[in-house]
């Protein structure tokens, strides 16, 4: 697609181990288990320490280790067929999903821009804070696999986000490890003259600021990211712009959405790439379609207005809200907006006021609301959950009625509007299942279950799965993850016992999530851990913002509690919870806990990852569990109620936890006929064939593609369609 350099020095390697390279500079091993396992081979240490970075392994092979990987010759051969496996998925296109059902050609050209403030795709990658970015890098990895031919736009941050420890308190402390290129599996993008950089400029209040671009390989999708860290080529401040995810204060924000979506248009054209469709992964990149309607207006010398131009992005773009309330938005102030967009009104031929009214939800608010700034530059609006959908409507009504873009026909007075669909978020399977229930999956299943992980009868022999051997793939799991616990916090005193019901919670610890729900009758809490024939274990993690107070004292409440004698050693909380503790906790809990106040939870994806490991969501009727929930595939607190008192609401759903538990949970799971508790197997059993493919990223980017991206295409041959489109796009 483009010129792009590897500037990691890696030892030289024989030719016998050449494939390490390839393997390691594609994200795909982050997904595909046999590519995977290749790298602790070489250097178990390294892997385990950099959080599963290969190219920290490569740089740290020596000569003697060298030699002796290539001449052993079981290793030659993994290596080999894990080469193999992989170049088989880059090449082998034809049966792909997206070229079954189009019969396109895209020539390896995109036809999705795909825009997010972060990635998570792999941990050692420190682009993501939690579920946004998790989904994102999900969303790549599917489109990966169906062969959707999406190419993604980020940022690089130079600390990424924060790294947490806990002090002697229990209060959260942040520190930021430094994303070194040279230490990472990414390349820069070159020039035309593949001797140098591509480097280009963002207009940023009244100068330029530099922009470079590195790209990183997932699976068959690339995805680049925008950097300003260009010392001599920019100013200290403007090299500081990318250097933290969602830190620094709100001026860091507004400059780091514009390099976002002013330098993401911008690469896109240097890139010569056309994509038929700019998907807007939340607010944060809406400024991208500034930068397109500018380009159409210069491009036409003047010869189309602003309005056409809108017209033109419009029709092309989509947008994707994850938040249920207005606090969630960036919003801009007229003096932020009127600085730092100070040439925009000039190359959009409108005045100042006419720009700022775009971001204004009435003529008198205050400032300028990026979601508001994405439904009006959108033709295409949806939320994440079927519940998060009629909430985003009534949250954004006023916005959405303004003009008759399209027909809502899920209403009944077919009131005109942009039509606010939804698409229920998705995990993508593959990355988050444990290898003792991938090894059953592959004996029982088949090949489907990677392969066609969004199709209900992939998962529907699941039901002749024997009883014991499932039970067994599921203690192996809950095993692994008590190693792993004891393995993180160094505590080899606490009593978590691999035979013990282990519930599991962990997310960002915003309050409306509500992380201390279950200690609010410390008492009960104490009675149900010490029941003598029913023990009960819990492990927690996640962060707080670093500026969210009441955050942070939920983790020092937790904290806390644990220290306590009467805790008993079974309750443990995981510190700088990442990709890497979310994939261990997911794969070994027997229930996932979750309670958040709803209307709060937009969808939520923790939940979706114990699916296909067996867990058994314990949840509030909130985002996605609202629609996936019925009595013999998991538990639901409280009765989907919702009332303006908290302090009353929070008393209520506490006690139809603590009920759940004493009398459901632990009873089920403690039911035993010859040392295997059927109900709970059986609910299992209904949980993971009935919900995992409902709620498989594949299934969500599947959506995407019928629904929004590529919904004006006829199934077929629709070459010369697509084309068209492709040639109207490119004047963007």
Known sequence: MTNARKIVELPALPS???GLGFLGFNLYHCWERHVREIFPIVDVETWERSSHNPVAVLKKLSGPRINELRSDHN?????????ELQQKYLTENSDLWFNRTYKIQADGRPLVAYFSM?????????IYSGGLGVLSGDHLKSASDLGVPLVGFGLFYTRGYFSQSLNADGWQVEYYPANNPEDLPIELVMGEDARSPLVFSVPLANRDVKVRAWKVSVGRVTLYLLDTNIPGRNTPEDCEITAELYGGDSDTRIKQEIVLGFGGARLIRLLGLSPRIYHMNEGHSSFVSLERISRIIEDSAGSKTFRQALETVRSTTMFTTHTPVPAGIDIFTRGQIEHYLSQCPYRLQISFDDLFSLGQETPDSGGFNMAVFAIRTSSMVNGVSNLHRHVARKLWERVLQEEEFDVDEDLPDKRTGKRMRSVTNGV?????ISDPMADLFDEFLGHEWISTPWKQETWRTISKIPPERLWEARQKSRSKLLEYVHGKTGHHDQKL?????TVGFARRFATYKRATLLFSDQPRLEHLLHEGNRPIQFVFAGKAHPRDHDGKKFIQEINSFLKRESAGGRIVFLPDYDIEVARNMVQGVDVWLNNPRRPLEASGTS????LCNGGINLS?????????????NGWAIGVGA?????SLQDKQDAESLYDLLENHVMTEFYDRTDDLPLKWIERMKRSMSGLTPRFSSGRMVMEYAENFYFRNLERGDVETKIETAKTSSSNA
Request: charged residues 25%; aromatic residues 14%; without cysteine.
């Open 607 to 610: 939940g979706m990852k114990v």
């Open 620 to 632: 509030v009727l909130d985002g996605w569990w609202d629609e996936a929930y019925t009595p013999s």
């Open 428 to 432: 993508h399977v593959a990355s988050w």
């Open 497 to 501: 016992d691999p035979k013990v019901l």
């Open 16 to 18: 016998e181990l050449q």
């Open 642 to 646: 919702m009332d303006s008192n908290h």
């Open 75 to 83: 290793f030659i051969l993994k290596l080999q067929k894990s080469v």
């Open 118 to 126: 972060e990635f998570g795709v792999a941990s050692f990658l420190k």
